[in-house]
């Protein structure tokens, strides 16, 4: 089921749903995004759970301005750095990869700490900030530690980090951004300030408190060896409470509490389901964006990247009372409004129209997403389950159409990933849920590639192959199954290839369809590619007689048609798109190619053989893709107005091959 798309839009045109995964959070993410909720009750909950928080705990968050001394302002972030002892002299070292706080993007000037004295200044030169005007020691956008190694300021020492066998990473609270309630009417720019004894000494009563506490919420589970966990392994962290700072695990023990004695089952496991998602702001693996000047969740990236600069969002959140809306990101108080926006729009869903430089909200008549609605006995039929497609029991020809999002080979570790929120989630549910049962979401037939735990290319072939077969077996003639795809490496589409054909389905169609945003940070300025490709399988059909080039010159006429389809929508299709449009028609074109002849008793190397060698029909894979990039077209004006048509599959039958 993945993040549960398919499943919800279809549950959205009243169809009846029936969803699989492996994984218990997705299971546990899908049910709550079609549980219906009573928005009302919710919110009342929640906030009731953040004024209690805040009275509780709101000191914590306290600082005091520079401008006006209000000792009660706002606290959005907390900076902090990394720390090493010098292995020589035993002095503190700052792990600091460069001096610049933030830019002056969205605020008025360059803010650099200096990393002589700590103190924070300001300067509308980036390149050359100048020397700290407290110590006068140069700002530097280069710190001292730079690709594993930083240099001992007192003894001049080179250490290495992360050091084998070394304990979780130390940090040193450094500077905050804030919010002065007072002074913000008058203010430009944002509020810099250097952490004052006072924030140090908050941040120690937050360790005083949490001593005192039992912690029956908070995990100590070990953190396993895997092919994202070693990272966090190398670093030192082996336990998942090790990635969090005392005032968090204090103040997320105090929210599972109050979860926990919630008695509306649906708003006690929503608020469970924010508390899982509140964690990915809430560690010590959290960035500060210098730009954007915000904090990048720990899933920014799909992995564990650990970094030198450390951000601490404010735990409750803050509102501003005049205007009703939230100031900076990662707080309760953020989760409570997504999360009650998502759910409004289940109760009336709807679509945005660009009509010429403006928009226009379309609200869908009679469309609704839940398993009921309103309370008031409308129900539909959903029904998700934690366990493995290919134990289900589906008859044979009862399903209209099977839509799916596979793994994308080792792209992402889900499980390794997921883990991070599952282990809090099953202190405060397994009592109640019992897919939450397991110590781990981890499984050894979970269908991704990771060499940690010896699941190669053929372990992935043979499940994916299992899966579609089930679901061929289910579908009903001519129905379709839809899934989407996309890796940079021609390998990862083997697998493809080799379960359709087992499952004896024809790939009637490969779409290029737009699947990310390029600014998303783990594509930004890399060479992946933000295009995915859109399989469509059936077991009998008609496609379209260009869909079925005969030569090389026909196959690239047909990527540059897409690329100019692309373009025409405003996707300008990078080398990396270019990549997946072109590995994913041949693996279509490999399907249709070997679909009359194949053999699925074959030995599964020999049946991945046998298709790589069918994607070379038209030449070295990698010129194809060379020259097709060649010719990519540049964006064109955008036209996004809504103009869907309606058409019958099959219809054209001079123009289409049958199979």
């Avoid at 450094?174 to 007072?182: D, R």
Wanted: charged share 25%.
């Amino acid at each position: 089921m993945g993040g549960g798309t398919p499943l919800v839009e279809a549950n959205r045109l009243s169809c009846k749903v029936t969803g699989f995964d492996i994984n218990p959070m997705a299971f546990w993410i899908v049910k709550q995004e079609i549980d219906y909720l009573e928005i009302a009750n919710y919110l009342k909950e929640g906030e009731s759970l953040r004024v209690k928080l805040e009275s509780a705990y709101g000191n914590l968050m306290e600082t005091k301005c520079l401008h006006c001394g209000n000792p009660e302002a706002d606290v959005k972030y907390f900076l902090w750095v990394k720390t090493i002892p010098c292995s020589i002299c035993g002095e503190t070292i700052d792990l600091f990869p460069g001096g610049l706080v933030a830019k002056d993007v969205r605020h008025p000037k360059n803010v650099f700490v200096c990393m002589a004295c700590g103190g924070l200044h300001e300067t509308t030169e980036r390149t050359k900030p100048g020397n700290c005007p407290t110590c006068k020691t140069p700002f530097s956008l280069r710190g001292p530690a730079l690709r594993g190694q930083c240099t001992c300021r007192k003894c001049n020492a080179i250490n290495r980090f992360p050091s084998k066998g070394a304990p979780p990473p130390s940090h040193r609270l450094f500077a905050l951004e804030y919010h002065c309630a007072f002074c913000r009417p008058k203010h430009k720019g944002r509020f810099f300030k250097k952490a004052d004894p006072n924030d140090v000494e908050k941040y120690q009563l937050a360790e005083q408190l949490l001593s005192k506490q039992k912690g029956s919420f908070i995990p100590d589970d070990d953190i396993p060896a895997g092919d994202e966990t070693n990272r966090l392994l190398r670093w030192g962290y082996h336990k998942y409470r090790e990635m969090f700072n005392a005032r968090q695990l204090l103040l997320l023990q105090a929210s599972a509490q109050h979860i926990s004695q919630i008695k509306d089952v649906r708003v006690r496991n929503a608020l469970a389901t924010n508390l899982s998602d509140l964690l990915r702001y809430q560690n010590m693996l959290c960035r500060y964006d210098t730009m954007a000047l915000k904090s990048l969740d720990i899933f920014s990236v799909h992995g564990f990247p650990v970094g030198l600069i450390q951000c601490e969002s404010n735990f409750m959140g803050i509102i501003d009372a005049k205007r009703g809306i939230n100031i900076g990101s990662g707080g309760w108080s953020n989760i409570l409004t997504k999360y009650a926006a998502a759910k409004r729009y289940c109760s009336k869903p709807f679509e945005i129209r660009c009509n010429g430089r403006g928009k226009e909200t379309v609200y869908t008549d009679k469309e609704w997403i839940g398993d009921r609605r309103n309370g008031n006995g409308v129900s539909k039929d959903v029904a998700v389950f934690c366990r493995d497609a290919t134990t289900s029991k589906i008859r044979k020809g009862s399903l209209d159409a099977v839509f799916t999002d596979p793994p994308y080979f080792g792209n992402v570790q889900y499980a390794e990933l997921m883990d991070f929120c599952y282990v809090w989630l099953r202190k405060l549910l397994k009592q109640e849920i019992g897919e939450f049962e397991p110590l781990t979401t981890r499984r050894q037939n979970e269908l991704t590639a990771n060499e940690t735990l010896g699941r190669d290319l053929a372990h992935f072939t043979e499940g994916l192959s299992e899966v579609f077969r089930k679901m061929a077996y289910g579908l009903k003639p001519g129905g379709p199954l839809v899934f989407t795809y996309h890796h940079n490496r021609i390998e990862a589409y083997l697998a493809v290839g080799v379960a359709l054909l087992d499952s004896g389905l024809v790939c009637s169609a490969s779409l290029p369809c737009p699947a990310e945003m390029g600014g998303s940070i783990h594509i930004s300025n890399s060479t992946s590619s933000i295009i995915d490709t859109v399989f469509v399988a059936r077991s009998t059909g008609r496609v379209p007689r260009k869909w079925i080039p005969q030569d090389k010159d026909e196959f690239l006429a047909m990527i540059e048609a897409d690329v100019s389809e692309l373009a025409n929508a405003s996707v300008n299709s990078t080398a990396g798109d270019i990549k997946c449009i072109v590995y994913g028609h041949l693996t279509r074109l490999a399907v249709w190619q070997l679909r009359s002849g194949w053999n699925e008793l074959e030995p599964t190397a020999t049946r991945i053989r046998v298709f790589q060698e069918a994607l070379g029909r038209f030449g070295p894979i990698e010129n194809l893709v060379k020259i097709a990039a060649k010719g990519r077209r540049s964006r064109q004006p955008s036209n996004f107005n809504v103009a869907e048509t309606t058409a019958t599959y099959g219809a054209g039958e001079n123009d289409e091959i049958p199979f």
